[in-house]
């Protein structure tokens, strides 16, 4: 069973940075497209990052420049590096590992981590 465990939340200033860790376990191999999900209070959650089988990453058009998404298959954990962040930022941030493509809409061979929450004040 998939398993994925985010760490790294916590409240900050805009403008400053934050690094979210997510650790997989239950079988995430590189066959796995990894995704970082956010949902702010009172919105839908909606994609931040994705990095696909190849390695390949893509962002959604408000953190382009900003976030970075990487993986350290070694350890089973992806990263989300996020700089400059806005108050629009402000959400709890999921961790999803797909089992097929990446998809902003994922609906079935999905798990999710259990959030980390992410504060930004202006």
């Known amino acids: 069973q998939v398993q994925l465990v985010e760490s790294g939340g916590g409240s900050v200033q805009a403008g400053g940075s934050l690094r979210l860790s997510c650790v997989a376990s239950?079988?995430?191999?590189?066959?796995?497209?990894m995704m970082w999900f956010r949902q702010a209070p009172g919105k839908e959650r909606a994609g931040v990052a994705y990095?696909?089988?190849?390695?390949?990453?893509g962002y959604a058009d408000a953190v382009t420049g900003r976030f970075t998404i990487s993986k350290d298959n070694a350890k089973n954990t992806l990263y989300l590096q996020m700089n400059s962040l806005k108050p629009e930022d402000t959400a709890t941030y999921y961790c999803?590992?797909?089992?097929?493509?990446?998809?902003?809409?994922?609906?079935?061979?999905?798990?999710w981590g259990q959030g980390t929450r992410v504060t930004v004040s202006s």
């Open positions: 999803a590992a797909l089992k097929f493509l990446c998809t902003w809409r994922p609906k079935d061979n999905v798990s």
């Open positions: 990095i696909d089988q190849h390695g390949n990453p």
């Open positions: 239950g079988g995430v191999d590189s066959t796995y497209c």
